[in-house]
Each structure stands twice: as C-alpha cells, then as structure tokens.
T-cell receptor, first 115, second 110 residues
C-alpha cells in the first residue's frame, strides 16, 4: 500500500515564525501535492511538483513556498506564518503526469494553528 | 473553467437508509471521475473511480456510474451504517490538477 507520511499531526506556531511541514511518500510517485482544507472551502491546491526540484503554483500559493530535493520528500514552507494560515494541510502523491485516471494518495493531515 | 459541483451537506440519515450524494462536473473531454472519503481526523482516501463513460465504480457497498449525457457521477449506497459517517468528495481527474468538489458531510444515526 502507498503510504504518505506527514511528519507533524498538530503544530502551534507564533505569528511571524518560519514553519516547515514535511511529507514523505514510499511508492516512488512522480507527483506530489500540498493542499489546504478549510471548512466550507473544500480542498485548495497550494503547490505541486512533478519531479525533483520542479514545482508549479496551484490555486493559492501566496505566503507559501515548497522544496523537493528528493523524489520521496516534499516540504511546504510558510516563510512568515500568519493567523489566516491556521488550517489543515494535506500532502498527497500520485503516479506520473499524462494519465488523468491516477488516484491521489493522501497523508493524514497536519493541523496548524498560528497564534 | 472546469468544475465539480456536489450537493451541500450535511446529510443526516438513519442506519439502513438509502444514500444518494449528487455530483456533476464540467470538463473538456472525458476525464476520469472519483469519489474520495475522509473519516474524522484523517486524510482523504479513494472510495471508487470510473475512467470512461458508462463505467460503474464500486467499493464497500457504494456505487457510482459515469454518465456523460448528464455529466454526473452520483454516489449511492443501499443501506448506510454508522461507520459510513464521513465527508465525501467528488473529483474529476485532469493530469496534474485533480479538481475536487467542496465535500458533503454525512451523519448516520443508529
């Protein structure tokens, strides 16, 4: 089974702190994603990556950056956390581009509270 | 742009009731269609999918049929259980960028 592991389930950070959310997948998937989930807004794509060192902006990239130095690892970075970034963050992965039938596999989520 | 629209929740049912959650989509071409489920405190997981028109996806008693004429992929289950309480997301595949519906929360009462 594919496993997507997010390093932290619950985090509390102060406004202005730099925050790292780490994600590792174990199935050699090319694509990796970071989503944000908020009540009433569903899932919103922040960034995705289709290869090592490659990244593309999603729907809401402002205030975030990402890093993919190894195929299995995809990090989300909040350069200066703000209270409106309090949310649930979901990491995901899938097989390569070009096949729209590919299932997306999700981690369990990281609940971030910015105070 | 392309979109996925699903019925608003929450949906509250008694155990053994019939479930339908409506989902319609707009798209260029014929994308794969998915239902994902999110149990409390967890990430999303695939429930079922269909990759072409008239395909029926099924899993755990849930079914959905890809209807290109009505651009729909409604989720159904004949007899729900308390353990089916979760949030259900309809999605259409599009290469890198899968588009999700807003989610429908289901509560099943014993």
């Amino acid at each position: 089974d594919v496993k997507v592991t997010q390093s932290s389930r619950y985090l509390v950070k102060r406004t202005g702190e730099k925050v790292f959310l780490e994600c590792v997948q174990d199935m050699d998937h090319e694509n990796m994603f970071w989503y944000r989930q908020d009540p009433g807004l569903g899932l919103r794509l922040i960034y995705f990556s289709y290869d090592v060192k490659m990244k593309e902006k999603g729907d809401i990239p402002e205030g975030y950056s990402v890093s993919r130095e190894k195929k299995e690892r995809f990090s989300l970075i909040l350069e200066s956390a703000s209270t409106n970034q309090t949310s649930m963050y979901l990491c995901a992965s899938s097989l390569s581009q070009g096949d729209s039938g590919n299932t997306i596999y999700f981690g369990e989520g990281s609940w971030l509270t910015v105070v | 742009g392309d979109s996925v629209t699903q019925m608003e929740g929450p949906v509250t049912l008694s155990e053994e009731a019939f479930l339908t959650i409506n989902c319609t989509y707009t798209a260029t071409g014929y994308p794969s269609l998915f239902w994902y489920v999110q149990y409390p405190g967890e990430g999303l997981q695939l429930l079922l999918k269909a990759t072409k028109a008239d395909d029926k996806g099924s899993n755990k008693g849930f079914e959905a049929t890809y209807r290109k004429e009505t651009t729909s992929f409604h989720l159904e289950k004949g007899s729900v259980q308390v353990s089916d309480s979760a949030v259900y997301f309809c999605a259409r595949g599009g290469g890198f960028k899968t588009i999700f519906g807003a989610g429908t929360r289901l509560f099943v009462k014993a």
